[in-house]
């Protein structure tokens, strides 16, 4: 195993495991081909920086984002479907056969795969799901600041949250342990297939009996495929919030996206943060006290 990738690692841990890990990674890629090395180096580069950032499954902050990420890939398909939605009720509504651009297509493709992305590791396929989801909106975050630098007007900086936001919260589940990973649905190959379609159609459906409204982007656009996405998280997901800091952070991607969303202002922020700080503590004590009872 080649020295730098050891290095990666603290050292204390290095000192620990390191003969055992350079065994592990020999064994893996002994005859192996180009690929599976690079996925195995990639695997180890990716535990080596949990191991940095103390993200790992024994750490009380790999613990923490481990309960988060649900939430996290949640708030990520809920946020997706609510830029398809509104960009296919506003071009129905506009009637105009020109009113989408070429940054339009890019968005709305970027979407498509975020929002098929979260719901694959909502569905079972976390890994795979959750680095798709991320891709996607980075990319499209980074085609937002691209098209209009081109044309010499770079993004204002009041936009910087609405563009970094989306970002935050789709690789908040990429922090997740490995080990730790919400197990999600028992699905088969062909069930996950049928769940991405569905998720399409609902789509569809929505943006299709969307009035235009301001009560209809907040209720249809954002709110039912929030209700949607956390019913496919499940009760599982709900069970593993047990602190308030696991509740608070579980419940901050929602309100980041809605404020990009629109439906959380600069105003109600503040506010809406401290209500899921305030919630995840009302919770603590309530099942302390239900637990002082029982004893």
């Known amino acids: 195993m080649s020295t730098p990738l050891l290095r990666l690692y603290p050292a204390r841990y290095r000192r620990t495991f390191g003969d055992d890990i350079a065994e592990a990674y020999r064994e893996a890629t002994e005859g192996a081909g180009r690929t599976a090395r690079f996925r195995e180096a990639a695997d180890l580069v990716a535990h080596a920086l949990r191991m940095r ?3 790992g ?3 009380r902050a790999g613990r923490l984002f481990a309960a988060a990420a649900p939430f996290a890939l949640a708030a990520t398909a809920a946020y997706a479907a609510f830029g398809l939605v509104s960009m296919l009720a506003d071009w129905r509504l506009s009637g105009n056969p ?3 651009v070429p940054l339009s297509y890019v968005m709305t493709g970027c979407e498509l795969v975020t929002l098929a992305g979260a719901v694959l590791a909502l569905g079972g396929r976390f890994a795979a799901g959750a680095w798709c989801a991320f891709a996607a909106t980075l990319a499209q975050e980074l085609a937002l600041v691209a098209v209009p630098l081109t044309a010499g007007a770079p993004p ?3 936009a910087v949250p609405y563009l970094l936001a989306p970002v935050a919260v789709a690789a908040l589940p990429l922090a997740c342990p490995p080990d730790l990973r919400p197990p ?3 699905l088969d190959a062909t069930a996950r297939v049928a769940l991405v379609l569905w998720t399409g159609l609902a789509v569809a459906a929505l943006a299709l009996t969307d009035t235009g409204g301001h009560l209809a982007a907040v209720a249809w656009r954002l709110g039912l495929p929030t209700a949607a996405a956390l019913l496919l998280a ?4 709900l069970s593993r919030l047990h602190t308030p800091g696991r509740f608070a952070l579980a419940g901050a991607p929602f309100v980041a996206m809605g404020y990009c969303a629109g439906v959380v202002d600069r105003g109600t922020v503040v506010p809406a943060l401290a209500v899921v700080a305030a919630a995840g503590v009302t919770l603590r004590l309530w099942r302390l006290r239900g637990g002082a009872s029982t004893g």
């Open 184 to 186: 999600g649905r028992a």
């Open 156 to 158: 204002p900086p009041a």
């Open 53 to 55: 950032m103390r993200l």
């Open 234 to 237: 499940g009760r599982p997901a």
């Open 57 to 59: 499954s024994a750490q």
């Open 98 to 100: 020109d009113f989408l």
